[in-house]
């Protein structure tokens, strides 16, 4: 039998955050890539290649870069590093052919909570003159919640 699920009054908040550098296209030279920015990139993958067997393929190429952050670290750390890491390449990066943004995630089971993002954290989209947004995930508290009068 399944354990039953965490008792929202007592369960531990969690904050988790990262930063992904996302580069998609098609017929992206990924070594040339890895070899132009001198950082392995945490993921690759190639058109039509499956993520697992039966999966649907990949539409597009890709090189992504993850910040080595710990995921607990606030997003404007994941955003710093991952800044320190291309910086010197932005004009190498803005030239080319290809998608480029950064993905940024939030997830919690805190639905009463937020963030922030400092100033200086988001000179990456500045400097790629891309918008920045976040995917934000909240796990049980606000599911569990829904089922609750939200106005008496």
């Not at 690759?44 to 993520?51: D, I």
């Not at 190498?92 to 998608?99: C, N, T």
């Not at 000179?123 to 008496?152: C, H, K, Y």
């Amino acid at each position: 039998m399944p354990a039953p699920p965490p008792d929202p009054e007592t369960e531990p908040s969690y904050f988790a955050y990262s930063a992904t550098l996302r580069i998609h296209g098609i017929g992206l030279r990924l070594d040339e890539l890895t070899d132009r920015l001198g950082i392995k990139p945490t993921h690759q993958h190639r058109q039509g290649e499956q993520r697992r067997p039966g999966s649907k393929p990949y539409r597009s190429d890709a090189w992504h870069l993850t910040a080595a952050v710990p995921e607990n670290t606030e997003l404007s750390e994941h955003l710093r590093e991952l800044w320190r890491q291309v910086q010197p390449h932005i004009d190498y990066l803005r030239s080319l052919e290809a998608q480029v943004d950064v993905f940024c995630g939030y997830r919690s089971n805190n639905g009463a909570s937020g963030f922030s993002v400092q100033p200086d954290a988001l000179e990456i989209f500045r400097a790629l003159n891309i918008p920045f947004g976040v995917s934000m995930i909240v796990d049980s508290w606000l599911a569990q919640r829904l089922d609750e009068p939200t106005i008496e």
